[in-house]
């Protein structure tokens, strides 16, 4: 039975490899043939009378491991220098406005139908309003740099405030001054915390001589954010500044300090961890959905009652987009169609505590959101004339 799990497993793994290879040439989302996957592999357990234990309770693991290693691997490949201030001005406000906007239309959304209070419905409203940078980042491969450059900066930035924002709503009874002044202290609380991890973390990577040397620094991160985690503190925050600092080395340089870090050596280490991190998101992120595939139920998918409901959110964040791209003087192809809802909405969805879910959003509602985004996503991409080649 052990060799028997050990195979299905690497076939599968090896399976999603060529889709992500392919992807870039089919244009067809690796996530779409990763959930099909996941899907086949349930109906034919069923069909072959094969007994599968409970996997529910694996999904929020590799989704909150896999969220810190596509944070961490986004983090690492965005720059900080003047240059990009134009480019990370424009990104944050396009992550942020359609956020707000989407998050309070469909919070009043449910409060009309869903005969709830506002602070409810804008719980269950915003896992629809991040966009998944675990679909985005992998599927602008074949795009020119700069719209690369953009989905990594925005979909990264939307993870990160679309955490802090549910945080901020789904954690506090009351929102007033007093629960916005905690969570600004929260902020600067892991904002310390974080630079002073980055550095003890940066020394460590440009210390450690054992032959294994990146998963304790990998185990580290995961496990400060998981402690952020208890104490309610914004541990994504920690992920972005530890990323950042790895990543812009070179833009460091000039402070003094650096120097006790030896960033000679740390740029080599950090080249080489950047490897494994890509490495080891691709294994999490595949695991994740083709898990999330196995799960997924023929009813779920074609409930007639919540597809209304998924198609008007997918049109609303087009329009929003639309929209935010335009007054942003941003490029409409193909950047209106790259926000798919994925990992962190199911997160989100998750972490909805009983006494707060509403009949409306079920897993129905969030599946076929997620599917119908990654399909308009699908459709742009293959509409759009931008090529790798283009600079």
Not at 25 to 31: A, D, E, H, Y
Not at 49 to 60: A, G, K, T, W
Not at 174 to 203: E, K, P
Not at 235 to 257: A, Y
């Amino acid at each position: 039975m052990s060799t028997a799990i050990i195979i299905t497993i690497c076939f599968l793994l090896l399976l999603a490899y060529i889709f992500d290879i392919s992807s870039a040439l089919t244009k067809i989302p690796s996530v779409i043939l990763l959930l099909l996957l996941g899907w086949a592999v349930r109906e034919g357990s069923d069909l072959f009378q094969i007994h599968v234990p409970n996997l529910n309770p694996l999904l929020p693991i590799f989704g909150t491991i896999g969220l810190i290693l596509i944070v961490l691997e986004g983090a690492l490949e965005l720059e900080l220098n003047k240059s990009k201030v134009h480019i990370i001005r424009k990104s944050f406000l396009v992550a942020l406005i359609p956020m707000i906007v989407l998050a309070f239309l469909l919070a009043f959304a449910f409060q009309y139908f869903g005969q709830v209070s506002f602070k409810m419905g804008l719980v269950n409203a915003i896992p629809f309003c991040v966009i998944s940078s675990a679909i985005a980042i992998p599927s602008v491969k074949n795009l020119t740099s700069s719209d690369k450059e953009f989905t990594i900066y925005e979909s990264s930035l939307s993870d990160i405030l679309g955490v802090l924002f549910f945080n901020f709503i789904a954690l506090n009874s009351i929102i007033n001054g007093g629960s916005i002044g905690l969570f600004i202290l929260q902020i600067l609380i892991i904002t310390i915390i974080s630079f002073a991890s980055v550095l003890g973390l940066s020394f460590l990577l440009s210390r450690i001589k054992h032959h294994v040397t990146y998963t304790p620094i990998i185990l580290l991160v995961i496990l400060i954010y998981s402690i952020s985690k208890i104490y309610h503190l914004p541990g994504l925050i920690f992920i972005l500044v530890f990323g950042l600092f790895l990543g812009n080395l070179d833009e460091l340089k000039k402070f003094k300090w650096i120097e006790k870090l030896k960033p000679e050596k740390l740029h080599i280490e950090v080249a080489k961890f950047k490897g494994i991190t890509g490495e080891a998101t691709f294994l999490i992120r595949a695991l994740f959905f083709i898990l999330f595939g196995f799960l997924m139920e023929a009813k779920e998918i074609l409930n007639t009652k919540t597809i209304p409901w998924a198609a008007a959110i997918v049109a609303s964040i087009i329009i929003i987009r639309w929209i935010t791209l335009k007054v942003s003087k941003l490029p409409t192809s193909p950047l209106l169609f790259i926000a798919p809802r994925g990992l962190i909405t199911i997160l989100l969805f998750l972490a909805i505590l009983p006494e707060q879910t509403i009949p409306i959003v079920n897993n129905s509602l969030i599946i076929q959101t997620i599917i119908l985004s990654v399909l308009v996503m699908m459709h742009g991409l293959m509409m759009s004339k931008n090529n790798g080649n283009a600079h």
